[in-house]
């Protein structure tokens, strides 16, 4: 090999080391066993799978417990929730639709009533007959 | 690859593995240690596959090394955890005697006196051809970097590991006057 030049005495000064190194190379097999029993990430064939099974299960569990949750949180809350605001709807009716149900009234409201504006929200009697109702008809027309 | 066929040749290259490991962890035995152990952990849970697209050795320390840099982006206190092992494999018939094996330590405690003067880069390459005995294409393909990068960090690497080899004799101390 070309790109391997002898250098014979860095070569044997390397060679030397290697030789003291190796005697204090560690045991193959108790170092594999070692590192097995040790270290969880370690585990081989048959625990590898034992433990990406005991991780799906458990993400199983979690999901399936976190969906009951939800689901239990749902049935709880949605219609305590309608009955509420369904309450409330109606409270607001019919406080808003009549000032005897103790709906409070500001002192000023009657300066906003001003001589005519009643005749802007109701329809007008004329000799106790009322006109039409309907958008399209002529109040003119009907009284000829 | 099986998973017999693959902790035999883990086996085969344990010894390789954990100089390159201990070469990763700035010669820290401890780390080098927990680099090896989680590197396994990758290859025998299967979080690191072979794929046969270079050799198994250039793979394996690919896999050492990303390990390494992950290691000491983590917390120091992980260390403190992790199992510490006792050395079995101990080599006890043909050791040298004790006055050859005071030089061979004496020149290896020169060798890396050297190579701590040097670059990271050229450490790296250096290791990988005269230790791991891999080509400079194999250690390119580990360190990440191109056939021509890691021929510029070898060559400069050797001359320099040279100079400074030379540099820490006694006697050629004196004769060049530094």
């Known amino acids: 090999m070309t790109n391997q030049p002898p250098d014979p005495d860095l070569r044997e000064l390397f060679q030397e080391l290697r030789a003291r190194d190796e005697r204090s190379v560690p045991g193959f097999r108790e170092m594999v066993a070692g590192a097995r029993k040790e270290t969880p990430e370690g585990k081989t064939g048959e625990d590898m799978e034992w433990h990406r099974g005991r991780r799906i299960r458990r993400r199983v569990a979690w999901g399936g417990s976190l969906l009951a949750a939800a689901a239990a949180s749902i049935v709880l809350l949605l219609p305590g929730r309608g009955t509420s605001e369904a309450e409330f709807e109606r409270a607001v009716r019919s406080y808003s639709a009549s000032s005897a149900g103790g709906a409070w009234r500001s002192p000023t409201d009657a300066l906003l009533d001003l001589p005519g504006s009643e005749v802007l929200t109701t329809l007008p009697r004329v000799g106790g007959r009322r006109w039409p109702s309907s958008p399209g008809g002529n109040p003119r027309t009907n009284q000829l | ?178």
């Open chain 2, 1 to 178: 690859m099986k998973p017999t066929e693959l902790e035999a040749q883990l086996e085969r290259l344990h010894s390789e593995s954990f100089g390159w490991a201990l070469h990763c962890c700035d010669r820290d035995e401890t780390e080098a240690e927990d680099v090896l152990q989680s590197a396994y952990l990758r290859l025998v849970s299967g979080k690191a596959r072979y794929e046969g697209r270079s050799s198994f050795k250039t793979w394996l320390f690919g896999v050492i090394r990303r390990t390494a840099q992950e290691h000491r982006r983590r917390s120091r206190a992980q260390r403190e955890r992790t199992l510490r092992l006792l050395p079995t494999e101990t080599v006890e018939a043909g050791s040298p005697d004790p006055l050859s094996a005071l030089e061979e330590e004496e020149r290896s405690q020169k060798l890396l006196r050297a190579l701590a003067a040097l670059s990271p880069r050229q450490r790296e390459i250096l290791h990988l051809v005269f230790y791991q005995d891999l080509t400079i294409e194999e250690g390119a393909e580990v360190m990440g970097v191109s056939l021509g990068s890691a021929r510029t960090h070898y060559q400069r690497g050797k001359e320099r590991l040279r100079t400074l080899l030379r540099q820490d004799r006694p006697d050629d101390q004196s004769a060049t006057g530094s």
